[in-house]
């Protein structure tokens, strides 16, 4: 099978997205696998798959591929392949240019749901995975260290957590990026400067005794998510924690336990006093933190890297192609 596959044509986090399904597209393809950038001109494109002749159209959120591109694929009655990874924070725009695709996956199980509801019956649910080529257990570096390791934008609920423990612990915390707007370093909380590689950040969670996922609520100020579509599904960030064998505390989710055991491979906490608690009793048991950071890194190795994903998407792309 010959696969053109069209980047999302963002840059830090994306750039490496679309290298690792690459990477696992040419392992499912031998090899015969394109790629091109969403924004050249129409007639590069045409000059691409008159040479190439791709069986399939694979693309990485969309919303910068042109719909001239759009309608002349769809002509061409290739099959096109859109999976989106924001969702449901930018629904009220994807839902706009869905149409144009044969098969549309997304990350968010309530994402799936509304999408069904629109009329679209050619959805499905695929998470994120992780490279377990970039993210895996890295030796104990002093300047890496910490208690409690958060990554990954201040959003609301985040600064609040984080606030909430500088006031009621002394724990060492480290932040990512863009937290200074919100909060002052000091000696309990260190506030890394610059956007993070995932090579830098596998370093970060494999140093931390306790990593700490929380996630975007479906109602930050920058979303365009006017229907107000509640996130149900974990985010790629479990995926990339686990795979550094790292313990991990994560807020609830409807769906954790479809892709972990809790308790045994992850631990999980519905409100911030229940955080603290559950930080305050992990703190001291460093062999259950441990024992339960090496299942999640087997979990992962086993059914959720980026390799499982591109298996899963292909094999539901002809399954539905043969019927």
Same mark, same amino acid.
């Given at each position: 099978?010959?696969?053109?596959?069209?980047?999302?044509?963002?840059?830090?986090?994306?750039?490496?997205?679309?290298?690792?399904?690459?990477? %696992?597209?040419?392992?499912?393809?031998?090899?015969?696998?394109?790629?091109?950038?969403?924004?050249?001109?129409?007639?590069?494109?045409?000059?691409?798959? =008159?040479?190439?002749?791709?069986?399939?159209?694979?693309?990485?959120?969309?919303?910068?591929?042109?719909?001239?591109?759009?309608?002349?694929?769809?002509?061409?009655?290739?099959?096109?392949?859109?999976?989106?990874?924001?969702?449901?924070?930018?629904?009220?725009?994807?839902? @706009?240019?869905?149409?144009?695709?044969?098969?549309?996956?997304?990350?968010?199980?309530?994402?799936?749901?509304?999408?069904?509801?629109?009329?679209?019956?050619?959805?499905?649910?695929?998470?994120?995975?992780?490279?377990?080529?970039?993210?895996?257990?890295?030796?104990?570096? +002093?300047?890496?260290?910490?208690?409690?390791?958060?990554?990954?934008?201040?959003?609301?609920?985040?600064?609040?957590?984080?606030?909430?423990?500088?006031?009621?612990?002394?724990?060492?915390?480290?932040?990512? @990026?863009?937290?200074?707007?919100?909060?002052?370093?000091?000696?309990?909380?260190?506030?890394?400067?610059?956007?993070?590689?995932?090579?830098?950040?596998?370093?970060?969670?494999? +140093?931390?005794?306790?990593?700490?996922?929380?996630?975007?609520?479906?109602?930050?100020?920058?979303?365009? +998510? =006017?229907?107000?579509?509640?996130?149900?599904?974990? +985010?790629?960030?479990?995926?990339?924690?686990?795979?550094?064998?790292?313990?991990?505390?994560?807020?609830?989710? &409807?769906?954790?336990?479809?892709?972990?055991?809790?308790?045994?491979?992850?631990? @999980?906490?519905? @409100?911030?006093?229940?955080?603290? &608690?559950?930080?305050?009793?992990?703190?001291?048991?460093?062999?259950?933190?441990?024992?339960?950071?090496?299942?999640?890194?087997?979990?992962?190795?086993?059914?959720?890297?980026?390799?499982? =994903?591109?298996?899963?998407?292909? %094999?539901?792309?002809?399954?539905?192609?043969?019927?």
């Amino acid at each position: 099978m010959k696969i053109l596959y069209i980047s999302s044509g963002y840059g830090k986090i994306y750039t490496y997205f679309d290298q690792w399904i690459i990477k %696992q597209l040419k392992k499912k393809t031998t090899g015969q696998v394109r790629s091109i950038h969403p924004t050249k001109e129409l007639s590069y494109f045409k000059t691409i798959c =008159r040479s190439f002749q791709p069986d399939l159209v694979i693309t990485l959120v969309g919303d910068k591929l042109p719909n001239d591109v759009l309608d002349w694929l769809k002509r061409k009655d290739i099959p096109l392949v859109l999976w989106l990874t924001e969702d449901p924070y930018y629904i009220d725009h994807t839902v @706009s240019y869905i149409s144009y695709y044969d098969f549309v996956f997304t990350i968010d199980i309530s994402a799936v749901q509304f999408y069904q509801k629109q009329g679209f019956d050619h959805v499905y649910h695929l998470p994120l995975g992780t490279d377990p080529e970039t993210f895996l257990p890295k030796p104990t570096i +002093n300047r890496y260290a910490s208690d409690l390791c958060l990554i990954g934008y201040p959003y609301d609920n985040r600064v609040s957590l984080i606030k909430k423990l500088i006031n009621e612990t002394r724990y060492r915390i480290i932040v990512s @990026s863009h937290w200074k707007n919100y909060l002052t370093e000091s000696k309990q909380l260190k506030i890394i400067k610059g956007w993070l590689s995932p090579q830098k950040v596998s370093y970060y969670y494999s +140093n931390a005794k306790i990593c700490l996922n929380t996630h975007r609520s479906y109602q930050e100020a920058m979303n365009k +998510n =006017r229907f107000g579509v509640v996130n149900h599904s974990i +985010n790629n960030r479990t995926f990339d924690i686990a795979a550094c064998a790292a313990f991990q505390l994560i807020e609830e989710k &409807e769906d954790i336990s479809t892709h972990f055991a809790l308790h045994n491979e992850i631990v @999980s906490f519905h @409100s911030e006093d229940d955080a603290v &608690e559950k930080i305050h009793y992990y703190m001291n048991e460093e062999k259950e933190r441990k024992e339960i950071g090496e299942n999640a890194h087997k979990r992962v190795l086993q059914s959720h890297t980026f390799y499982h =994903r591109i298996t899963k998407l292909l %094999q539901t792309v002809m399954e539905q192609i043969a019927k």
